[in-house]
């Protein structure tokens, strides 16, 4: 057990820490897609390498070598402070990774460099009305006709359609073929005639998702990534990153602090929170889970360094387990603040813009979406303890 | 940065593992058991055998300095010991015996008393108890006095309670090492749920007692927090095996003309014990090292780890009962020794409860 990062590393934590601290002041306290200050602050983070790190220069990165304790560090710090670290979504998380690995050249020319910069925003069509966690059984087709697919079928759960530039989505090109053989990983502009996206407004009450229908959409032949019905395969390099990006430690850990806040500033009769204990108990359980989470994390981090194999299942269990702690933070603060926790929107008396009452529910949102936490035990009983799958049934 | 077990640990691990595979079986571990309980019978519960081969392999000897005939090695290193003798329910002294006592002595004893009392732990030749559930929270009125170099009251739910000698903590924060024989002393073995670990009560009459003179409430804070860390370690291992078990049982019975391991119901049952437990081996690691290191926040996580493992650990316990069905339920399979063992740590030295309490004192 070594938990020193050692003086270069303790050194570069520094830099960070001094960067974050000489120029939160410019980190934008708006998450709008697009917008200048978003912007600015991004193409900030990717010269100093705190975004986009190890992608290659040629394609809008900071071209650093990889290096997971930079990384994690940088992680570690931007979530301490508080201050965002860099433009997230669809795109950057998923798109990016699966080009560097699989794109042309002419992919990764194409559209890498503008992602990055925030400036082109993409989402991601999966999921179908009868294509859920059973993902590999979706419907959306596409024929080729002469040098163009023709894609028609239905799209939902799309987060910001309604806002993105291009689509990354898996479509059914070989029908013939056996359910995970058939589908091909294809890339499309969502100005493209033929696409209508309504809103699917959820419990949040905020407009994240959307269905989106495709009726005759033309896409040129060469929009597919990887090889023709190989896009299952494509589709799962990446998946497991989603996952784990849902269910960060030094997230929950900042927001462990923040809830820490809340319940010295609030009081019943007069009575800080803080100091009532059958609250202070319910803060202790959380603030033990997210210990172990978080030294599970590091340990994790280790195993990746060292190139190790015996933590398959400390890593499996990483959304499971992030996720529904969350949940849980955010829906302790909302009993902290009994009656107050439910005020919402324009309501007078909220409390840190609300954030607490949204993301208890966006949380559980995240805890369906992704591979939904059922989907997620299958994965760990099954390649994580070798149980049997649950057989087929015998067709009537 | 290297956060895991370092190849010496995990060759610690294996091969302690392996003898208790080979030695310290079910069948050995009733037969202690039974031994335990006959009141009728004045035998000592002690389980020589395997006390001998573990002290071949330094177990007994692992935290105590070579100079004074150990092996040198840390709370860490002895993490690694507990959980492995937490997985097979192994009726031998340790968190008492291996841990408390001999850091007791290291940090509050005197050269002659090192000199005097390490090398015997270390060797296996002597055990000692420890007498300090009072330190954590005394129940029905139990507490001792020092007075002049006597002891005077009584200590009860005494870890390693089959010993040569005791390590008792007072109602002052004072350390003292009481023999067995000492008169004024009067033993009671006391019965517990868990039949795997023998515990009794300490009665003192103005009985002589050797004060180590380094002793302070820091000192004895430091002592619980080591046991705590070895007993949710003791959990760990207990609740894994725990877990093993009822993952191979699924895989085995059949009903309805298949394994119950195919039946998701009882698959996401084994999911979420994995779910659970398996951070806890990092959590354990960290809160064991952080002893070592002396760190800032090493008594705020060994009180966190204790809770928490306690609470998996009592989750584990019930949900791997529940996938052996009714052979579960019987003494036949012996699972139950693994559920006490668990129930037993969760109580000792401080239960959830008190553990959060003493943590949330971090906001005062």
């Known amino acids: 057990m070594d938990l020193s990062f050692g003086p270069e590393y303790e050194r570069f934590r520094a830099e960070v820490r001094d960067f974050i601290e000489s120029h939160r002041h410019l980190a934008p306290n708006t998450m709008a897609l697009r917008h200048k200050s978003v912007l600015d602050w991004q193409r900030l983070l990717i010269d100093k390498g705190y975004a986009a790190r190890t992608i290659p220069r040629e394609y809008g990165g900071a071209g650093l070598p990889t290096d997971i304790l930079k990384s994690f560090i940088i992680g570690e710090e931007f979530a301490a402070a508080r201050v965002r670290a860099g433009i997230g979504g669809q795109g950057i998380h998923m798109l990016v990774p699966t080009l560097l690995e699989l794109g042309s050249e002419e992919q990764k020319r194409q559209f890498i460099p503008p992602t990055l910069a925030g400036e082109m925003i993409w989402c991601q069509g999966y999921s179908e009305p009868g294509a859920g966690s059973d993902l590999a059984s979706l419907r959306t087709s596409a024929v080729l006709d002469g040098d163009e697919w023709v894609v028609n079928g239905q799209k939902i759960w799309t987060s910001t359609a309604h806002l993105a530039d291009w689509i990354f989505c898996l479509v059914r090109t070989e029908p013939e073929a056996p359910k ?15 696409i209508e996206v309504r809103p699917l407004v959820d419990m949040t009450m905020e407009r994240n998702f959307n269905e989106v229908f495709f009726t005759d959409v033309r896409v040129p032949k060469a929009q597919i990534v990887g090889a023709r019905g190989e896009g299952w395969m494509v589709a799962n390099t990446i998946l497991k990153n989603e996952r784990d990006t849902l269910a960060d430690p030094n997230q929950a850990q900042a927001r462990l602090n923040s809830l820490v806040e809340l ?9 800080r929170v803080i100091d009532k204990p059958e609250f202070r108990d319910r ?19 280790s195993n990746r360094l060292g190139g190790r194999a ?34 919402y929107g324009s309501n007078p008396y909220l409390r840190d813009k609300g954030s607490w009452q949204y993301q208890y529910m966006y949380y559980l949102g995240l805890i369906i979406g992704g591979g939904t936490s059922q989907i997620q035990k299958n994965i760990i009983s099954e390649r994580g303890l070798g149980m049997p799958r649950e057989p087929r049934p015998h067709p009537a | 940065m290297e956060f895991g077990l370092s190849e010496e640990q995990r060759l610690l691990q294996a091969s302690l593992s392996g003898y208790l595979n080979e030695h310290a079986s079910l069948d050995r571990v009733r037969r202690f058991a039974d031994n335990t309980t006959d009141k009728a019978n004045k035998t000592e519960a002690r389980a020589r055998d395997i006390e001998q081969g573990l002290a071949e392999l330094g177990v007994p000897a692992l935290m105590i300095d070579e100079a004074h005939g150990g092996v040198g090695l840390g709370t860490l290193d002895a993490c690694v010991v507990a959980e492995a003798l937490g997985y097979s329910v192994t009726p031998a002294p340790f968190v008492a015996n291996a841990v408390i006592a001999p850091l007791a002595l290291r940090l509050a004893g005197s050269e002659a008393q090192r000199r005097e009392w390490l090398p015997k732990l270390a060797s ?58 000492a008169s004024g002393l009067t033993r009671r073995r006391l019965e517990t749920v868990d039949r795997t670990r023998p515990i009794g009560e300490l009665v003192f009459d103005k009985t002589n007692a050797e004060p180590l003179p380094g002793a302070s409430r820091t000192i004895v804070r430091t002592l619980l927090d080591h046991g705590r860390v070895m007993l949710a370690a003791d959990t760990l291992g207990a609740a894994q095996a725990m877990l093993d078990k009822a ?28 779910a659970q437990l398996e951070p806890t081996r990092a959590f354990a690691w960290y809160a064991a090292h952080a002893l070592d290191e002396t760190s800032q926040d090493a008594h705020l996580t060994a009180c966190h780890l204790k809770a928490h493992v306690s609470e998996v650990g009592g989750f584990v316990a019930k949900t791997a009962t529940e996938v052996h069905g009714g052979m579960g339920f019987t003494d036949l399979l012996g699972l139950h020794y693994w559920f006490k063992r668990i129930g037993f740590n969760r109580q000792m030295l401080g239960s959830p409860e008190r553990l959060r309490e003493e943590a949330a004192r971090q906001f005062q």
């Open chain 2, 124 to 181: 296996g030749e002597l055990v000692i108890g420890a007498a300090l559930a009072e330190s954590a929270g005394a129940r029905v009125g139990a507490g001792v006095t020092a007075s002049r170099g006597k002891l005077t009251g009584k200590s009860l739910f005494v870890l390693d309670f089959e010993a040569d000698v005791y390590l008792v903590g007072d109602v002052a924060g004072g350390l003292t090492l009481v023999s067995k024989d």
């Open chain 1, 263 to 271: 319940m010295r500033s609030e009081t019943i009769d007069g009575v």
């Open chain 1, 180 to 194: 995970h053989r058939g589908i091909s990983f294809m890339l499309f502009d969502m100005k493209t005639p033929g």
């Open chain 2, 247 to 274: 993952v191979a049982y699924a895989k085995e019975r059949e009903q309805f003309g298949r394994a119950i391991a195919s039946f998701q119901a009882v698959k996401h049952m084994c999911a979420e014990m994995a």
């Open chain 1, 283 to 301: 803060l202790m359980r959380l603030q033990g889970r997210a210990l172990a989470n978080r030294f599970n994390d590091l340990r994790n981090l």
């Open chain 1, 310 to 343: 015996d933590g398959a299942l400390a890593q499996m269990i990483v959304k499971l387990q992030g996720t529904e702690l969350r949940h849980d933070i955010e829906g302790l603060a909302i009993d902290v603040m009994g009656e107050t926790g439910l005020a």
